[in-house]
């Protein structure tokens, strides 16, 4: 069981969507593995980490020591992002599902939480704290965030509320101090999908070689089930 660090309160039994392309799902069956990115990785988000925003224009004094030092801690802290939502986003399809040409997983934020096998780096080494927790939105420009070094990685600017996002964090600073060498970027997290996926939705836009490629996979592990159809391929009604 994991070590947890919970960064705020939550609905464990919230539904969580995850917006897939075709191999990145494929490898959650097969190989049992999630992909948690290190922070650097977030390109999308330039104010990623930052604690306020100054207006464009605005002269800024760094401590360059401080500036390196917070790049370092950037790619020690491994993530995994979460959609939180009852229903299916459009745009989340078209943002990380391959223009819906993807997949998307459902699970809850218990069982996800459950599914995962505590991290360690080194087989001989402690298992790491899973930090979980929702995304605090402020407006940054108005607001200052005061809180530690990681957990300024759960707070993001309003601008980007329309994500809904959920995250689980590892840090591996420590694990460097003592000497481990620590991947560049991201790191991969045993799961056990059974646990993990609640339901698996086939993108609207999914090609016929992808589909029954997932549908394969499905079968040899039995859990055919659990596809499900997009509602955006329903038929409208107009009277």
Not at 45 to 61: L, N, R, S
Not at 176 to 199: A, D, M, Q, R, Y
Request: negative net charge; aromatic residues 10%; charged residues 25%.
């Amino acid at each position: 069981m994991n070590t947890l660090n919970k960064i705020n309160d939550f609905d464990t039994k919230q539904k969580l969507w995850r917006y897939l392309k075709p191999d990145r799902l494929i490898d959650i069956i097969n190989k049992k593995e999630i992909y948690f990115s290190s922070a650097t990785q977030f390109t999308d988000d330039p104010y990623e980490g930052a604690i306020a925003i100054k207006p464009q224009g605005t002269e800024i004094q760094q401590d360059n020591n401080f500036e390196h030092a917070f790049a370092e801690l950037r790619r020690l802290t491994k993530i995994t992002c979460w959609h939180m939502s009852d229903c299916e986003n459009d745009a989340m399809w078209k943002l990380y599902a391959d223009s819906k040409k993807g997949f998307a997983i459902t699970t809850t934020i218990e069982t996800l939480i459950e599914s995962l096998e505590p991290y360690k780096i080194e087989p001989s080494y402690e298992s790491e704290t899973l930090h979980v927790g929702k995304i605090q939105y402020i407006d940054l420009m108005k607001d200052k965030v005061s809180t530690n070094m990681l957990e300024r990685f759960f707070y993001k600017h309003n601008a980007f509320s329309w994500e809904n996002e959920f995250r689980l964090a590892i840090s591996l600073r420590m694990a460097e101090e003592f000497g481990i060498s620590v991947p560049e970027h991201g790191i991969l997290v045993k799961v056990n999908p059974t646990i993990l996926i609640n339901n698996i939705y086939l993108g609207p836009s999914i090609d016929e070689h992808d589909r029954k490629k997932i549908l394969n996979v499905c079968e040899e592990h039995g859990i055919t089930d659990k596809i499900k159809i997009s509602s955006l391929l329903g038929n409208p009604i107009y009277s």
